[in-house]
Nanobody
Framework: QVQLVESGGGLVQAGGSLRLSCAAS????????MSWYRQAPGKERERVAGISAGGFIDYTESVKGRFTISRDNARNTVYLQMNNLKPEDTAVYYC????????WGKGTLVTVSS
């Protein structure tokens, strides 16, 4: 199973930026479909962004133009650059990998104050 470790969360004021990282184990990272999800208190987990092995990218509508997903296959890492953060972006952010089987990280908390 792939091990995923997220980092980069924290407390930021509205309008600020954070960059999340997700480091993955395994020798086939370049083949993984990687995505970021988030779960706000009292809400269901929602998909934020995804990036395929070939570099195809998609975002949920609410983060388009503010968030950027990217990957560094040499470092086995996927990133989520989050700009112009809003209080409604407050959530635990999770990394997910898919390559035959799926794996999840334990999450990193992002808190955006107004």
């Amino acid at each position: 199973q792939v091990q995923l470790v997220e980092s980069g969360g924290g407390l930021v004021q509205a309008g600020g930026s954070l960059r999340l990282s997700c480091a993955a184990s395994g020798s086939y990272f370049s083949r993984y479909f990687m995505s970021w999800y988030r779960q706000a208190p009292g809400k269901e987990r929602e998909r934020v962004a995804g990036i395929s092995a070939g570099g195809f990218i998609d975002y949920t509508e609410s983060v388009k133009g503010r968030f950027t997903i990217s990957r560094d296959n040499a470092r086995n890492t996927v990133y989520l650059q989050m700009n112009n953060l809003k209080p409604e972006d407050t959530a635990v952010y999770y990394c997910r990998s898919q390559y035959g089987i799926e794996s999840w990280g334990k999450g990193t908390l992002v808190t955006v104050s107004s």
